[in-house]
């Protein structure tokens, strides 16, 4: 295990001053399987102030009250705990107290799965009470101690369980699995902030679906719109999965990103409330997409998501059912609006739809394949589809005695013509059109 050297610096400065010091949790089980940690977190015997004083000017008290102290080194900051043990918990949230203790074993065993309880030191020495590297060796995933009991005193663990499974294939160990689906309802407790960071790291897991698909009921403690979705059929031969076994099809065929697979798993929340059934006994949706639209962002908005990417995302539900015509006037419409990045994301976001319907219908994929190419093709052209590429601007409209909302009207307006083709993106003629109008 290569421990960078800004953290082997800060371990190296603990032990100097007379403490243990040791990289513990998600860097040590990350570093064994081989891929290379998001942030490096130490533990120390040293209480805070003695870490504090050990750092001088680089230490920074971020968190006390649990013993953290924040390192600042020319690498980033580095994140120092003190040993501890948690105290009694509260309303399955946080402990009312913490103690330090000078026994790394003592605070390997709050840590919540036996995975994330390793530790090891600069000299290479490693500590492993429960079982990790056995656990992430045969990739099980296994509460450390009573998984009752560690659920009820922090519900999130809950759904950490699940994002470790979803991210690293860990296959949850029964008894482990048995007591998150009991305890679920105390993930009803957690601050929503804290519920979308760990549901967020899951989603782009590479076994996303399958974590889905095992525990919707886990899910719908603060999404129940999606639980509505499963099971319910589609009744219509585009469709060979019901409604959440499509979905969940679709999810697992984007990219792993964030927007696509959370745009994948809201896309047809809408269903089961839009269902009719006509005289031939056919199932349809009309109008689904809206009603997905505003149960998405309805959603989104409970969990607290940033208005950008909240946007996005319920922007591309709303066009995922959207037929865009393999023309250049029809995409430069859709670039218009959408903008490169989010046309490439819509464009993945139908290929996923159309491969979670019946294998029939996936010749649709070779549409798709033609509006990829027109896009392509536009792009490369430097086709227009922006107000900063038309070829002429405010000054331009001003000088011609245009003024307030009236410059942007006409601007929107040229956009408007050279995107459908009907003036050429060409200074002169963009003015002709405007003296004449
Ligand atoms: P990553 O950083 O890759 O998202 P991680 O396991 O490092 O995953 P962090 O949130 O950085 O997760 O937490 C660091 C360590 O702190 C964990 O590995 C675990 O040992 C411990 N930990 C974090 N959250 C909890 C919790 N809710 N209950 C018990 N231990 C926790
Ligand atoms: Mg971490």
């Not at 230490?59 to 953290?68: A, N, Q, S």
């Not at 639980?227 to 409604?243: A, E, I, T």
């Not at 989010?342 to 798709?368: C, M, S, T």
Request: aromatic share 6%; hydrophobic share 40%; glycine share 8%.
């Amino acid at each position: 295990m290569e421990i960078p050297e800004n953290v082997q610096a800060v371990l190296k400065t603990l032990e100097a001053a007379g403490h243990e010091a040791w990289c513990v949790g998600g860097c040590v089980r990350d570093a064994l399987l081989g891929q290379s940690p998001g942030d490096w977190d130490v533990t120390t015997s040293a209480l805070p102030e003695e870490t504090l004083a050990a750092f001088g000017s680089h230490g920074v008290p971020t968190g006390l009250k649990h013993g953290t102290v924040t390192v600042k080194t020319p690498r980033g900051p580095v994140e120092v705990t003190t040993f501890r043990i948690d105290g009694a918990y509260r309303d399955h949230r946080r402990p009312e107290s913490v103690a330090f203790t000078r026994s790394l074993d003592e605070d390997l065993a709050r840590r919540d799965f036996t995975v994330n309880a390793m530790a090891r030191n600069l000299r290479g020495e490693f500590r492993d009470p429960f079982g990790g590297r056995e656990d992430l060796h045969r990739g099980i995933l296994r509460c450390v101690g009573d998984p009752d009991r560690r659920f009820q005193e922090d519900a999130l663990r809950i759904l950490r369980g699940l994002r470790f499974a979803a991210a690293l294939d860990l296959e949850i160990e029964p008894g482990t699995a048995a007591a998150l689906r009991r305890n679920r309802e105390g993930l009803a407790d957690v601050a929503a902030e804290r519920i979308q960071t760990e549901f967020f790291k899951l989603l782009p897991g590479k076994h996303a679906a399958e974590v889905l698909r095992g525990y919707p009921e886990v899910f719908g403690v603060f999404w129940p719109e999606l639980l509505p979705m499963v099971g319910f059929g589609q009744r219509n031969r585009h469709h060979c999965y019901d409604v959440w076994e499509h979905t969940l099809h679709a999810l697992a065929a984007v990219p792993e990103d964030l927007v696509l697979r959370c745009t994948m798993l809201l896309h047809d929340v809408g269903k089961p409330d839009s269902f009719t059934v006509d005289e031939a006994g056919v199932g349809h949706f009309y109008g689904h997409p809206a009603v997905s639209r505003e149960l998405a962002d309805r959603m989104l908005r409970r969990l607290k998501c940033g208005t950008e990417f909240r946007e996005t995302v319920v922007r591309l539900v709303e066009w995922h059912d959207k037929d865009i015509p393999r023309t250049d006037k029809s995409i430069r419409r859709a670039l218009r609006i959408l903008g490169e990045r989010d046309l490439r994301r819509l464009i993945l976001v139908k290929r996923a739809d159309n491969f979670g319907q019946a294998p029939a219908y996936w010749d649709r994929q070779k549409e798709l394949d033609k509006a990829e190419e027109i896009l392509d093709r536009l792009l490369a052209e430097d086709a227009c589809f922006s107000l900063k590429q038309l070829a002429v601007n405010g000054r331009d409209l001003l000088a011609l005695g245009l003024s307030g909302p009236a410059v942007g009207a006409a601007l929107e307006e040229l956009l408007g013509k050279v995107v459908d083709g009907t003036l050429p993106n060409e200074r002169e003629a963009l003015l002709e059109y405007l003296r004449g109008a």
